[in-house]
């Protein structure tokens, strides 16, 4: 069975850069496109950015472009996802997921982690 | 950016109850549409993705129509467990976007 399990929570000071990992269990790193996805204290859900199997690429948010990074260790099955240049308003709730199982062009989330809590505070 | 608008924000609703949430996208994404159900603390949980197919293992009160920018989720006689914040989702482009939630309450 698969699974993905983030590392835990974080507490960082605005300006600073946090990084997320999110480990693959069960299948392999390669054959998996991981998306990651925040929620903030309250609110709804924000695709922050993936792995794009047409495009052969990590597609970011425009929102998080020159702030984020998305990379993958395939050596040890494990996704990361950095933040840098901190605020508050990153405070939240970061999802990794994927698709297991590929369906043409169609891409949806079937597994997620369990999440991991970024608070940005002074 | 594709704008993804669910309605109604929120519903006071009661066991048994038929439920219609609706979404709306900004500009055509043709069948390109996913369900997810969230419970507090929780992460999402697929329902329904490519608009209308349903999840293995989600119960078949669920169901889901809709294409091009009009779409809705139905559940057809609401249970206990189904009191949840309900989120559609595009993924015609990128940014993936989701629609503002829509969160199912107890009458």
């Known amino acids: 069975q698969v699974h993905l399990v983030q590392s835990g929570a974080e507490v960082k000071k605005p300006g600073a850069s946090v990084k997320v990992s999110c480990k693959v269990s069960?299948?392999?790193?390669?054959?998996?496109?991981i998306h990651w996805v925040r929620q903030a204290p309250g609110k709804g859900l924000e695709w922050l950015g993936g792995f794009d199997p047409e495009e052969g690429e990590i597609i970011y948010a425009q929102k998080f472009q020159g702030r984020i990074t998305m990379t993958e260790d395939t050596s040890t099955d494990t996704a990361y996802m950095e933040l840098s240049s901190l605020r508050s308003e990153d405070t939240a709730v970061y999802y990794c997921a994927t698709q297991t199982v590929p369906y043409g062009d169609y891409r949806w989330l079937d597994l997620w982690g369990q999440g991991t809590l970024v608070t940005v505070s002074s | 950016d594709i704008q993804m608008t669910q309605s109604p924000s929120s519903l006071s609703t009661s066991v048994g109850d038929r439920v219609t949430i609706t979404c709306r996208a900004s500009q055509s994404i043709s069948g390109y549409l996913n369900w997810y159900q969230q419970k507090p603390g929780k992460a999402p949980k697929l329902l329904i993705y490519a608009a209308s197919t349903l999840q293995s293992g989600v119960p078949s009160r669920f169901s889901g129509s809709g294409y091009g920018t009009y779409f809705t989720l139905t559940i057809s006689s609401l249970r206990p467990e189904d009191f949840a914040t309900y989120y559609c989702q595009q993924n015609y482009n990128t940014p993936h976007t989701f629609g503002q939630g829509t969160k199912l309450e107890i009458k």
């Open positions: 069960g299948h392999t790193l390669t054959k998996l496109s």
